[in-house]
């Protein structure tokens, strides 16, 4: 049993363990971005309240151009992160099959070893 561990399971992670580890840490790398887009977002509100709730005379143009951006960048955050969510969706459902797929893999060689093993002791 012990050479079936040595021989299979050490190995075993290389397959599966670390290539699913390797995909979750380049996802924790990509939600690193996130609150830089949120803080951009963040700021072109601020912008639009700030023009909204000066004193004084208001250019009408530029308080459409404040407007217009903050819009732009809002549907840009959005769909950024609604691609993010859709792609995510993807790549762990793959990621799982992927997985398990290797697990499997995995025990059915293990289960064939010992079916071979238990062989060589008649009843």
Same mark, same amino acid.
């Given at each position: 049993s012990s050479g079936i561990n040595a021989e299979y399971g050490e190995a075993?992670?290389?397959?599966d363990a670390h290539v699913l580890s390797e995909n979750v840490?380049?996802?924790l790398g990509m939600l690193g971005s996130v609150p830089d887009m949120l803080h951009v977002h963040k700021g072109a509100?601020?912008?639009?309240?700030?023009?909204?709730n000066r004193d004084g005379e208001k250019d009408a143009e530029e308080e459409q151009n404040i407007a217009l951006r903050y819009s732009t960048i809002s549907?840009?955050? $959005?769909?950024?992160?609604?691609?993010f969510h859709k792609?995510? /969706?993807?790549?762990? /459902?793959?990621?799982m099959r992927q997985f398990l797929s290797s697990q499997l893999d995995f025990?059915?060689?293990?289960?064939?070893? $010992?079916?071979?093993? $238990?062989?060589?002791?008649?009843?």
């Open positions: 075993q992670p290389q397959y840490r380049e996802y509100s601020q912008k639009v309240k700030d023009y909204t549907a840009a955050v $959005l769909a950024e992160i609604t691609h792609q995510r /969706n993807v790549d762990f /459902n793959a990621m025990h059915k060689t293990i289960c064939t070893k $010992l079916q071979a093993a $238990l062989a060589q002791y008649p009843e």
